[in-house]
């Protein structure tokens, strides 16, 4: 069975700082991949990124970064100079598979609750 | 906007009604997913279609059904419904033909259901 757990319930920050958001994950296949979803207060879930089990390399896009590694099976996403509009419940997921169970089902956190103060 | 079009947006019933939610997919994907948001369940996976097929099953309960029709479209049916159903109700769709495979799931707006 797969696990993501995400450890910080709230954060609160204020504008421009920098914040990470923790995601810890448990699975036994050695295919999967990792996403990260936000949901602002409008209620949609956006995707921000997928990250594929074989690809390590960390990236940043803008104010986004995002640290994979394995070796802790943590998956830790970090908004640098946050703005008022980073404000929302961002999710961690997974999903497993290859092949025929490619295009199986996510398996979410509980969610992390960022608010960032003017 | 991601392309995943759920109908209705907000839909208030009774205790013990049915109600069938809609999606219609991005364009070309093939898979279609149903996940339930609850504030104490979380984001929990429903059931899975692929071009009309039931692929895999969450925790969906035996009065709610779920089916993929020929456009691909797919229709979410919840009946004798309770309190506890009352949630935000979410389509996702991925796997568009001749694309990458392993795609993420795009999700639709949601449809939040107020049982009373």
């Known amino acids: 069975a797969q696990k993501v757990t995400q450890a910080q319930t709230e954060i609160s920050v204020v504008e421009k700082e920098d914040v990470t958001l923790d995601c810890v994950y448990e699975?036994?296949?050695?295919?999967?991949?990792l996403f990260w979803y936000k949901q602002p207060p409008s209620g949609e879930l956006v995707f921000l990124i997928r990250?594929?089990?074989?690809?390590?390399q960390n990236e940043i896009s803008g104010r986004y970064s995002w640290n994979f590694q394995k070796s802790t099976s943590s998956f830790n996403f970090t908004i640098t100079a946050s703005q008022v509009v980073d404000s929302a419940v961002y999710f961690c997921?997974?999903?497993?598979?290859?092949?025929?169970?490619?295009?199986?089902?996510?398996?979410f956190g509980q969610g992390t609750i960022l608010t960032v103060h003017p | 906007d991601s392309g995943v079009t759920q109908t209705p947006k907000h839909l208030i019933t009774a205790t013990g009604q049915r109600v069938t939610l809609r999606c219609s997919p991005r364009?070309?994907?093939?898979?279609v997913y149903w996940y339930q948001q609850s504030l104490d369940q979380g984001l929990q996976f429903l059931i899975q279609?692929?071009?009309?097929?039931?692929?895999a099953k969450g925790n969906i309960l035996e009065r709610f059904s779920a089916q993929q029709f020929p456009d691909l479209h797919s229709e979410l049916n919840l009946s004798s419904l309770e309190l506890g159903d009352s949630a935000l109700y979410f389509c996702?769709?991925?796997?568009?033909?001749?694309?990458?495979?392993?795609?993420?799931?795009?999700f639709g707006q949601g449809t939040r259901l107020t049982v009373v």
């Open positions: 996702a769709s991925s796997g568009r033909t001749g694309g990458n495979r392993n795609t993420e799931a795009f």
């Open positions: 699975t036994r296949d050695t295919t999967y991949y």
């Open positions: 990250r594929n089990s074989f690809d390590e």
């Open positions: 997921a997974l999903k497993v598979g290859t092949g025929g169970t490619s295009y199986g089902k996510l398996t």
């Open positions: 364009s070309g994907d093939l898979s």
């Open positions: 279609y692929y071009n009309g097929e039931e692929r």
